[in-house]
């Protein structure tokens, strides 16, 4: 079936803006991730949602991140009043099952975010 | 989370076995070890994970040592397109909130 899918690919936005990212996870995956990924760094986790239970929102760096998740499927990142320390790649993860051992995370491609 | 230690980066010829260490020797019991690969430009792909045995599909294998402070991804055949940042992480079953860490960037030479 298809995969873990974010839109838009790129998206080129001046400092101050604001942007939102969109993720289409795996369908039926109950368990969702966002991450950032600044360039030649690991993977930073930013916020993870959990079917119908709040979202754990430990990983955000600062109140002008913020995310949601709509029929606990799609999820949107919003990033308001953008800097340029925000400019990095947004990866979306999605899982099937939580509370089991036997479980992946399946990436999307990412959203390249530059903010100029 | 477990500390993981893993060298930043490998050279193996294409072809051979590609062994790839990573030590997370704070790792805790209920704590399963996770082995990812980024490929440049796109998203992590998981390859493998493992408790206590050794295990083995299509992709690589992981061999964990007894006491579990450390393990080993091997790629049998490593070709071009294996080449990619190797992530190693400890983590439970389930959720799993975790920083991956730069791991090793393994370059397969023809």
Redesign the interface.
């Known amino acids: 079936g298809a995969g873990?899918s974010q839109s838009p690919s790129n998206k080129v936005t001046e400092k101050g803006k604001d942007v939102e990212l969109r993720c289409d996870p795996i369908s039926g995956h109950t368990?969702l991730y966002w991450?950032r990924q600044s360039l030649g760094?690991?993977?930073?986790?930013l916020i993870?949602f959990?079917g119908n239970s709040a979202p754990?929102k430990?990983?955000l760096p600062s109140d002008r991140f913020s995310a949601e998740r709509t029929g606990g499927s799609v999820s949107t990142l919003t990033i308001q009043r953008t800097q340029q320390e925000d400019s990095a790649v947004y990866?979306c993860?999605s899982s099937l099952?939580?509370?089991?051992?036997?479980?992946?995370?399946?990436?999307?491609?990412?959203t390249r975010l530059t903010v100029t | 989370d477990a500390k993981t230690t893993q060298p930043p980066s490998m050279d193996c010829a294409e072809g051979r076995a590609a062994n790839l260490p990573c030590n997370h020797s704070t790792i805790s019991g209920n704590e399963?070890v996770?082995w990812?690969r980024q490929i440049h430009s796109?998203?992590?792909?998981?390859i493998i994970?493992g408790?206590k045995n050794n295990e083995t599909n299509e992709m690589a294998s992981l061999i964990i040592t007894e006491d579990r402070k450390s393990s080993t991804l091997i790629l049998p055949h490593a070709t071009l397109r294996d080449t990619a940042v190797y992530?190693c992480i400890p983590a439970?079953?389930?959720?799993?909130?975790?920083?991956?860490?730069?791991?090793t960037k393994l370059q397969v030479i023809p």
């Not at chain 2, 796109?42 to 998981?46: A, I, S």
Request: proline fraction near 6%; aromatic fraction near 26%.
């Open positions: 873990v368990a991450y760094q690991g993977l930073e986790f993870y959990q754990d430990s990983g990866l993860a099952i939580w509370g089991t051992p036997d479980y992946e995370q399946y990436f999307g491609p990412g | 399963y996770y990812y796109q998203g992590p792909q998981y994970h408790l992530y439970r079953g389930g959720y799993q909130k975790v920083t991956f860490g730069t791991g």
